[in-house]
């Protein structure tokens, strides 16, 4: 069904902590790793190993640099995968129904068997979450690991989406952003996350926290630095007065 | 956006077909016989072969039927919708017309009216698209619209009204134009905003996700084409609206003459309208290319 649920009864979602995230793209590596064997069609290649590689990827790691009006400019690692979106454009524009949202959740999938590969939800979708599969010409997107975190054969600390349970920094929170008491609501608001492209009026689920301020530089960047000035002082004699006598020229 | 051969025939074409199929069921030309199958040949013809064109870029044509399901909220369902229920209007009614050499008024006029629907759900298909500046405005159903009334006019020989048509059309596609090359910036979406970083200095892209190409690229970034953009609206605009007007306009006695120049204003508006088909898709930018550093 295309129609979006009105409300739906929880919101679940990622926190993507921009602060902590340090580019490493093994979020990257192991949603394709388990998305390409569980839920749905593999997430194929073309020319894997070629000189022309490309292939189908739920998320990806982008990195922007920010030069601020003074000081230097900072790096931000930005990995994006779909924001399982409250007013999804996605999911009203599908003509088949395969696209839909969960009335229980919130979660916005893919019936691959519905599913016409006619792109046009991928037109729709302003983050570029949604990629067709060229093998299997059908709709891939991020499932938020549905097969994994209501997976009663995986241990409870493996009950939250691959990327979230792989990032090495903890950049990746998973929970429901619908519950004001959840631990990524509390983040969220401590944090001031907030939503991409807000004007696209999609109202994403999945929140970024923005980096914090870094530490200033200083001058003196080590209390051993004035150990190590140059000892070179003012030169004296001939070339002393070399020195000068270049100078004035 | 990438300008697919497929999706350019499709709305060429099928707008072109659904437009004289509109003036048919209005009867402009009332004609029967012989010549009614002949118009209603190129009329089918052309709105079909635009329709299958579109099945081409499909991922699963086998399962496009299912299309026909959600008509409450998509509007490319709508559109299948429309363009059969004005196939199967425009049949019967053909049928009045070539073998009973009747006019059945009522029906053709449903018709007509299901025939330029189709080309209105077809225009909302891209209008609706937010991701997609230049195409969400209210100038684009009135570009198709407007083309296709005009493309229709011409094969249907009404030489007044397309005259009309082909000014109002040609009038809507300058202003397209200047609307459409102001839109991604007043979306008020850019790399800012796109990666909530806008207000702590300006963000550049530093590195993409991946080192080769990919879908999101091939399908919605399309950078090259646009080089020879404005001498392409100028080879759009003479072919596709100032030669078909100033041929219908020619003073000429001979029927067989006035024939030939309105054939040959049609094929030139062909000619136009596909072009400045392919630069609505080759100049669309989507906004999933400012993550990328383009757009
Ligand atoms: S991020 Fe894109 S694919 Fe995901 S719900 Fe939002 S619009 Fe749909
Ligand atoms: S590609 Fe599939 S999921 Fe997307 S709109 Fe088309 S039919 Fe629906
Ligand atoms: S939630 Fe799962 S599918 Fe979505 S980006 Fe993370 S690993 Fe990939």
Redesign the interface.
């Known amino acids: 069904?295309?129609?979006?649920p009105h409300s739906t009864e929880r919101k679940l979602g990622l926190v993507i902590d921009?602060d902590t995230c340090v580019g490493c793209?093994a979020c990257?590596i192991s949603c394709k790793g388990w998305n390409t064997e569980n839920y749905g069609a593999p997430l194929s290649d073309q020319d894997a190993y070629g000189g022309?590689?490309?292939?189908?990827?739920l998320n990806?790691?982008?990195?922007?640099?920010?030069?601020?009006?003074n000081g230097h400019?900072?790096?931000?690692h930005?990995p994006?995968s779909c924001l399982h979106c409250e007013d999804a454009?996605c999911?009203?524009?599908?003509?088949?129904?395969?696209s839909y949202k969960r009335v229980e959740d919130g979660i916005v999938l893919v019936n691959e068997s519905?599913?016409?590969?006619?792109?046009?939800c991928?037109?729709?979708?302003?983050?570029?979450a949604r990629?067709?599969?060229?093998a299997?010409?059908?709709?891939k997107k991020c499932t938020l690991c549905v097969d994994r975190i209501y997976n009663e054969n995986l241990t409870e600390v493996d009950r939250v989406p691959s990327c979230v349970r792989t990032c090495p920094a903890g950049a990746r929170h998973f929970g429901d952003l619908g519950d004001p008491d959840s631990d990524v609501s509390k983040l969220v608001a401590e944090r001031g996350g907030?939503?991409?492209?807000?004007?696209?009026?999609t109202k994403p689920v999945n929140k970024?926290l923005?980096?914090r301020p870094k530490d200033t530089i200083e001058d003196q960047i080590d209390v051993l630095a004035p150990l190590l000035a140059p000892i070179a002082e003012e030169p004296k004699g001939f070339m002393g007065w070399l020195d000068k006598a270049l100078e004035k020229l | 956006m990438h300008p697919a051969p497929s999706v350019i025939v499709f709305t060429t074409l099928s707008g072109l077909g659904f437009g004289l199929l509109f003036f048919l069921g209005l009867g402009l030309p009332n004609v029967t016989g012989w010549v009614a199958f002949t118009f209603f040949v190129i009329g089918f013809g052309l709105s079909v072969a635009g329709l299958l064109a579109s099945t081409f870029h499909l991922g699963r044509p086998e399962r496009a039927i299912k299309a026909f399901t959600q008509w409450r909220s998509s509007w490319l369902s709508r559109e299948g919708w429309c363009a059969v229920a004005a196939l199967i209007l425009m049949g019967l009614y053909s049928i009045g017309a070539i073998f009973f050499a009747q006019r059945w008024g009522l029906l053709g006029f449903v018709g007509a009216l299901f025939s330029i629907l189709t080309v209105f759900t077809t225009s909302m298909i891209y209008t609706q698209l937010k991701s997609i500046p230049r195409w969400n405005m209210n100038l684009t159903p009135a570009m198709f619209l407007s083309f296709s009334l005009a493309g229709g006019a011409l094969l249907a020989g009404q030489t007044a009204l397309a005259l009309i048509s082909l000014l109002i059309a040609a009038l809507v596609q300058i202003l397209y134009w200047r609307q459409g090359d102001q839109a991604l910036a007043r979306s008020g979406t850019n790399i800012g905003t796109a990666t909530g970083l806008g207000d702590r200095g300006s963000v550049r892209a530093f590195e993409p996700p991946h080192t080769g190409t990919n879908y999101l690229l091939r399908e919605f970034v399309h950078v090259v084409g646009r080089k020879h953009a404005e001498k392409l609206r100028i080879i759009a605009f003479s072919l596709g609206f100032f030669i078909p007007v100033v041929l219908l306009i020619m003073p000429v006695n001979s029927v067989a003459t006035k024939h030939f120049l309105a054939a040959v204003a049609v094929l030139s508006h062909l000619a136009g309208v596909a072009t400045s088909r392919w630069l609505f898709f080759a100049q669309a930018e989507h906004v999933v290319g400012i993550y990328y550093g383009k757009r």
């Open positions: 069904m295309t129609q979006l921009l793209h990257v022309n590689p490309s292939g189908t990827f990806r790691v982008h990195s922007y640099e920010v030069q601020p009006q400019a900072q790096l931000v930005f994006k454009p999911v009203t524009v599908c003509p088949t129904g395969a519905d599913c016409i590969g006619c792109g046009l991928a037109w729709s979708c302003p983050y570029g990629e067709l599969d060229v299997e010409g059908v709709m907030i939503d991409l492209m807000p004007e696209q009026g970024y923005p980096p």
